[in-house]
């Protein structure tokens, strides 16, 4: 059974830096595609950051710059390091997974994931 713990998430000034942890246990695809997605109350979930098990990595335009995703595959624990946050980065920032498909990149949109972590709320004032 697939598990995902989250951790990271915290109340932060304008400017400040996070960086968001993503646990995984109990998933064996040697082929997998990460990725950090985000939600703000009343809005739609949107994908932050993606990573192919082959390293192959996308971001948003609205955090390129500013936000790393990273893996540690031995520990199985993917990162997000958040930069110079602004308030539109506060939401509830979730981690998901999937196996990978033969696409060159890994899929964007929330329904293409199969796993889940519990979410971890970040907020950011101004």
């Known amino acids: 059974q697939v598990q995902i713990v989250q951790s990271g998430g915290e109340s932060v000034q304008a400017g400040g830096s996070l960086r968001l942890s993503c646990a995984v246990s109990?998933?064996?695809?040697?082929?997998?595609?990460m990725a950090w997605f985000r939600q703000s109350p009343g809005e739609e979930r949107e994908g932050v950051s993606f990573?192919?098990?082959?390293?192959?990595?996308t971001y948003a335009e609205f955090v390129k710059g500013r936000f790393t995703i990273s893996q540690d595959s031995g520990k199985n624990t993917l990162y997000l390091q958040m930069n110079n946050l602004t308030p539109e980065d506060t939401g509830m920032y979730y981690c998901?997974?999937?196996?990978?498909?033969?696409?060159?990149?890994?899929?964007?949109?929330?329904?293409?994931?199969?796993?889940w972590g519990q979410g971890t709320q970040v907020t950011v004032s101004s």
């Open positions: 990573i192919r098990s082959d390293g192959r990595i």
């Open positions: 998901a997974t999937r196996p990978a498909s033969l696409a060159f990149r890994c899929p964007t949109q929330p329904i293409d994931y199969d796993y």
């Open positions: 109990g998933f064996s695809f040697r082929s997998y595609c």
